[in-house]
């Protein structure tokens, strides 16, 4: 069974439009993540849910709405996309919070704004 | 903001050489994780260290947290092509409890055979 589960895996779409990315963990875990990485492989946090609480919000434009139903799950809204959204997109969670704790990333969902 | 900086951030050499990339700060951070990302596919564990001056092997693998907790090393000894992939250092800063990570840039490694 995988682990992290993240859908869609491509997301082409046009500019202006609102998607949403959902992930799912199985772990158990108390702690998921979202993450942006660039064209330049750059991997940077939005934003972190911890037992259903937002505990890492990123600057990130607020057209980014993260919401998490229940633990094992945190999703993704993006309104009015633009351009400069284009990037792969990773949910990962982890036990909690502490550090030093493992992540467990999702394969990523490649958006594409056109 | 506290940046790590890793380089190279791209290496193709042949099998059997050897290698080591490096992840370097300005800051203090309470652990460093090291993972590895093959295309299509999130970041995967490979190891994390915590005390000053430590040293981790895994297999081929040599890992060092610098003494003073601000920068690490990943060596690589006779690369194999299944070693290709994006390497990333992550860092925890000193007395976060939210489990933010700060990535490096990443170091493409590319291994020929």
């Known amino acids: 069974d995988t682990a992290v589960s993240q859908t869609p895996k491509y997301l082409v779409t046009q500019m202006g439009n609102d998607k949403s990315i959902k992930c799912e963990q199985n772990?158990?875990?108390?702690?998921m993540y979202w993450y942006k990485q660039d064209s330049k492989k750059f991997l940077k946090i939005m934003f972190s849910y911890n037992n259903k609480e937002l505990i890492i919000n990123e600057t990130v434009p607020n057209r980014f709405s993260p919401k998490s139903p229940d633990k094992a799950h945190l999703n993704l809204h993006i309104n009015s996309l633009e351009l400069g959204d284009s990037a792969v997109y990773f949910c990962a969670s982890s036990q909690d919070a502490a550090g030093g704790v493992e992540q467990y990333f999702g394969p990523g969902t490649r958006l594409t704004v056109t | 903001t506290q940046l790590l900086e890793q380089s190279p951030q791209f290496l193709s050499i042949q099998e059997g050489e050897n290698l080591t990339v490096y992840c370097n700060s300005s800051s203090v951070f309470s652990s460093l994780q090291w993972y590895r990302q093959e295309p299509g596919e999130g970041p995967v564990l490979l190891v994390t260290v915590v005390t000053g001056g430590e040293v981790k092997k895994l297999k081929r693998l040599t890992f060092q947290f610098g003494d003073a907790r601000k920068d690490s090393s990943l060596h690589i000894t006779a690369a194999q092509p299944g070693d290709t992939g994006l390497y990333l250092c992550a860092a925890r800063e000193v007395g976060s409890n939210t489990g933010k990570l700060i990535f490096g840039q990443g170091t493409t490694l590319q291994v020929k055979p």
């Open positions: 772990l158990g875990h108390d702690t």
